[in-house]
């Protein structure tokens, strides 16, 4: 078999990240590129398709060797088409049928999703969420993304659009989101509103990298802004739980490095709150994989896509 | 085929309703029974095979012309198990295996679930969404019951108690709910909380009928009440929209009859705080067959359970 690879991409708010895996999805090569520059939509296309280029290249790969290709992305996908509806984040994309332009230019099968569905999906097969029947993938960072795994398979919802745990309402009344909705989980614990509070407390600039190890330390303040994140992430999952009755909750991203006290909260607010039924059967675990679980949930994507015709 | 009838059971907090239904879901006999005296399990237990009996007698049929008896309850169940985890608002009942109790009497095949899921059957299979992928279904009363219907058959969860989405949480704080928990939409939207309401602003005892009837003659005390628990419900909802991306909800049970005014509430806080992909796509219907929808999903229940054996 000459196809022994799969190129993943992973697109985010800051970095393009393009990798070369195996079929085991094994990280074989990994390039890390600065969006910072790639400000019109035509420039981040030609620097995807040059990564890739580049990625086959080096390795001495050629078309034939390559599966195809996944693409994780940050925004709302028509996974099916092959559409980026938008990026909240990254303006100039509306409607893009990206998988097109791709394919056309690459000569490679391409597929996309949402990046929190990339790395439910990672998690699920390879990650914190194995065995699981009924999944539920959340990624803190400046936004909150999440994903839905049910038996065997992503959650899409009826525009691929579901998973949005960051979105969901936990009061009445609120700040507004970035999304357009109010008092959104994400408004509240998303990375830069704790730096705002943790900038308040604290009365300098503070990383959350500091704030967690200063919370670690026992420093009372800090700790304060952690038991307020796990607090109301616990509120919006209480919801979640009663819901979907889900076995398995994963929880990844930079946020989820503060540690042992997030979590214990998270699951006491849990514990204590959602209905006992659901409360007894679920685990809230951390994400296993880290920063690559989008790269290869891509990749996986891309099999179980091929496999699947 | 003698088996041409099915034995659908509905039990409520004040009524215990049987009927038999043909295999099109027709109802051809009904009876509803008070359980006001029915206090104790096994008087409730004897009550049920009591009026199954009846009805075959009534009816001039025997158990060869019964294909199986469907129950709704209200309440978390094992359906894999028969087994009742408990009822919130019926003491006395906890972990009862009601399938094995029951078949053992009736020598009948014996199916229960939760009445939401029961009604978001029915309404899949026959009502307000019909041709739905991802739908899912509330119940306004005592309780606001809910169910989720994907892909042609009922989302369970790890131990089928997914879908209550009366027992979200709207607020980070606010009254205790009787599952608990704090803050649920059940415990502003639920009969009593309206009805506590409406006493307060209108200073006397007044019927969810009356208090629709004021509201459509114009009154805006009456009208303000029922946009309050639009507006709240609607909130919730924004949730249920942004985490699963149904493409319709459906509305029923007692407070849905309220009308137009409520369904436009909840539509517009949808259509503005929820997601573009996710409330573009959605649909907020009225359920369609009224009170017999928990007969008719449980007499459903039954068939589809059977054919899958």
């Not at 079929?23 to 890390?32: A, E, N, T, W």
């Not at 409607?95 to 699920?124: C, G, Q, R, T």
């Amino acid at each position: 078999m000459v196809n022994r690879f799969i190129i993943a991409v992973d697109l985010g708010g800051t970095n393009l990240k393009v990798a070369l895996l195996d079929l085991k999805y094994r990280i074989k090569d990994k390039k890390v590129l600065s969006t910072k520059r790639l400000i019109k939509k035509e420039a981040l296309i030609l620097a995807i398709i040059d990564s890739i280029n580049k990625t086959l290249e080096n390795n001495r790969l050629n078309k034939a060797n390559i599966l195809g290709v996944g693409l994780g992305l940050p925004g709302p996908i028509d996974t099916e088409r092959g559409i980026v509806h938008f990026f909240p984040n990254i303006p100039g994309w509306k409607e893009v049928n990206l998988k097109s332009i791709l394919e056309k230019k690459l000569k490679l099968p391409v597929f996309l999703d949402n990046d929190a569905n990339m790395m439910s999906l990672a998690e699920y097969k390879l990650g914190a969420a194995q065995g699981s029947k009924y999944s539920v993938c959340l990624t803190l960072g400046t936004g909150v993304g999440g994903g839905i795994v049910i038996a065997d398979g992503l959650y899409r919802g009826a525009s691929n659009a579901g998973g949005e745990i960051g979105h969901i309402p936990i009061n009445e009344r609120g700040p507004i989101c970035n999304c357009g909705g109010r008092a959104c989980l994400e408004t509240y614990i998303g990375n830069n509103r704790i730096l705002r509070e943790a900038k308040r407390v604290f009365k300098r600039d503070i990383s959350l990298e500091e704030l967690s190890r200063l919370a670690k330390g026992k420093n009372r303040q800090a700790l304060g802004i952690w038991l307020e994140v796990g607090r109301r992430l616990g509120i919006a999952l209480v919801g979640v739980v009663n819901l979907l009755n889900p076995d398995c909750i994963v929880i990844g991203g930079g946020v989820a490095n503060a540690g042992k006290m997030l979590f214990d909260k998270v699951r006491e607010v849990i514990s204590k709150q959602a209905m006992s039924v659901q409360a007894r059967r679920v685990k809230v675990v951390k994400a296993k994989l880290g920063n690559d679980a989008g790269l290869i949930g891509a990749a996986i994507f891309v099999r179980e896509s091929l496999l699947k015709k």
